[in-house]
Every structure is written in structure tokens, then in C-alpha cells.
Nanobody
Framework: FQLQASGGGLVQTGGSLRLSCTPS????????IGWFRQAPGKEREGVSC????????WYLDSVKGRFAISADHAKNTLYLQMTNLKPEDTAVYYC???????????????????WGQGTQVTVSS
């Protein structure tokens, strides 16, 4: 299956973007679905995750209060609403999924089994 992220772009500091991810060949039910990012020269970094079974969410400390993860079961789509963006948020953002819970696969050093092509987010100062 594929996990294609979209919605990235170039914004100024303080701006907003909404990323979307609609998996093909996979339904989002009973999976941990989330986002991680990777900036040039840096390690992969978990951003947010949601457990479909219980709706529990996880956020990287630096994005708490600014980013919101959500899922539309009817559309089989995952979203990441990003507000008050900062230059340090600049990275390629990837949508990811796993059969295990967010508590296992999410975190600052994510270990998802599945991810797809990312979308570039650039925040100018």
C-alpha cells in the first residue's frame, strides 16, 4: 500500500498549513497513524501520532499547542493542522503507519513499519 502525504508548501513564520494523507490499499482502522519529519542533515523526528482504536494522541513537545492531528474515518484520511509555524519546523513531512500502538512506534525517534513519500514544509523567517 501507499501513504502519500500532501499539503506542504512555503509559509512565513507564524503561518499555517494542513497536511493530508490518504493511504491506498490500507484502511486506517486499528492502526497507529502518524507523522514524522526529517530536515537536511538531521535524524528522523516523530511529530505526532494517533491510535485509531482508542483515539489517543501523542505530540512532540516542541509542537504541542501548535499542531493538531486528526483523522476522518469516512474519507480514510489523516490530517496534521500546523499553526504558528517556525523556521525550525522546516523539513520533509512523512505520513506513517504501523500495526502497533503509538506508544510503541511514535516518539522523538519513530519506528513505524510503513511510510510513503513526504511533502516539503518550508517556513521562512
Amino acid at each position: 500500500f501507499q501513504l502519500q502525504a500532501s499539503g506542504g508548501g512555503l509559509v512565513q513564520t507564524g503561518g499555517s498549513l494542513r497536511l493530508s494523507c490518504t493511504p491506498s490499499g490500507l484502511t486506517l482502522d486499528e492502526k497507529a497513524i502518524g507523522w514524522f519529519r526529517q530536515a537536511p542533515g538531521k535524524e528522523r523526528e516523530g511529530v505526532s501520532c494517533i491510535d485509531y482504536s482508542g483515539g489517543r494522541t501523542w505530540y512532540l513537545d516542541s509542537v504541542k499547542g501548535r499542531f493538531a492531528i486528526s483523522a476522518d474515518h469516512a474519507k480514510n484520511t489523516l490530517y496534521l493542522q500546523m499553526t504558528n509555524l517556525k523556521p525550525e519546523d522546516t523539513a520533509v513531512y512523512y505520513c506513517a503507519a504501523d500495526d502497533k500502538e503509538c506508544s510503541i512506534v511514535a516518539g522523538p525517534y519513530p519506528v513505524y513499519d510503513y511510510w510513503g513519500q513526504g511533502t516539503q514544509v518550508t517556513v521562512s523567517s
